[in-house]
Every structure is written in C-alpha cells, then in structure tokens.
C-alpha cells in the first residue's frame, strides 16, 4: 500500500473526491487481503469436526465454519455437499430427511476415522497468530470504508465535511500507535 495515496494523506489540501477515491482503495485493498482460501482437504476436515459435536444440514455447516474462521473462510455450497455426498457414499457419514432437508450425521465408521485422524478443524490452524494481524484490521477498515462511503452518497456537505474530519483524526491516531513504544 505504500506509496499508493495520494501525498499529503487526507488533511492536507486533498479534495474531498480525493479522500474518497482514496478511501475506496482502501476498502478494495483490505477486501482482496480478507479472504482466505483453503484447499480442498479442509472442507473434508472441517465437515468431519463439525459433525463430531452434532448432525447438521449443509447450510449449516457453511455456516458454522464461518463463524468459526472469524468470517475468514465461507465454503461454497459447491465444495460443501459434494463432500457431504462423496462422504455418504464413503460411509462416513448418513443423510436423513427432515422437514425437506437432509441433516448429516456421522456413522460409526465416521466416528473412527475422526478419531483416528487426530487432526485439528481448519479454522483452529488457518492463520494462526495471523487473526489479528491479517483478519481483524481488515475488517475494521472496510467497515469503516463502507461507513464513509454511505455518508459521501447520503450526507450533506456539512456532514461529509465532518466525516473527513473524523477520518483525518482516525489517521493521526493510528500513526500515533505506531509511534508509542
């Protein structure tokens, strides 16, 4: 990112369409950064620690391993029950029907492979130390450039005065972390 804002950062004479411009690079810049994707084993390992706890249906599952990565990792349906289908047809797991979804639960055979696998669920090794570093920073800022795109699109002149403002403070005060020992 460095060297890719205008000089002078955003209290410096930029226009108001500069600090814009540059705020949705910021947000296109930590949306490419945030996601992460596994490899194909991981849906495997995912879907077989989730069904350890409990039976779920496949809507479940993607989004159980959301919430677990820290909305880092959200499988596809697409990668989802094709495994949840290959692990039917393996034994490992059955599908019942209940109120028109299938729910999955893990066979006795399931169970044994979990357990002999002692392998740990992805989001518990994805990123490791990384969370903060590369998950909960990128967040923020596209949070807070969605916040500063709503105002630019809503707000007065008045009010888009007071956020760039806001974001000019935001600024002095992160480099003021970086500053502190």
């Not at 002078?8 to 930029?14: I, L, P, S, Y």
């Not at 039917?88 to 399931?110: F, M, P, Q, V």
């Not at 600024?171 to 500053?179: E, G, T």
């Amino acid at each position: 990112m460095g060297g890719s804002f205008p000089a002078g950062g955003f209290g410096t004479g930029m226009s108001a369409e500069g600090m814009w411009q540059a705020m949705d690079q910021l947000r296109s810049t930590f949306e490419k950064r945030v996601g992460t994707r596994m490899g194909r084993g991981d849906v495997r390992a995912a879907v077989l620690a989730l069904l350890v706890e409990k039976p779920m249906h496949g809507y479940q599952i993607i989004h159980e391993i959301e919430e677990r990565s820290g909305g880092h990792w959200k499988p596809s349906a697409g990668s989802v029950y094709p495994t949840l289908q290959l692990l039917a047809d393996e034994g490992i797991l059955i599908a019942e029907e209940s109120n028109g979804r299938k729910t999955y639960a893990l066979t006795d055979a399931g169970r044994e492979e979990v357990a002999g696998a002692g392998t740990t669920a992805p989001w518990e090794t994805a990123g490791a130390g990384d969370s903060t570093r590369f998950g909960t920073l990128p967040k923020a800022g596209i949070d807070l450039a969605h916040a500063a795109a709503q105002v630019r699109r809503t707000g007065t002149p008045e009010q888009i005065q007071q956020a760039a403002t806001v974001l000019d403070e935001a600024r002095r005060r992160l480099y003021s972390i970086l500053a502190q020992d």
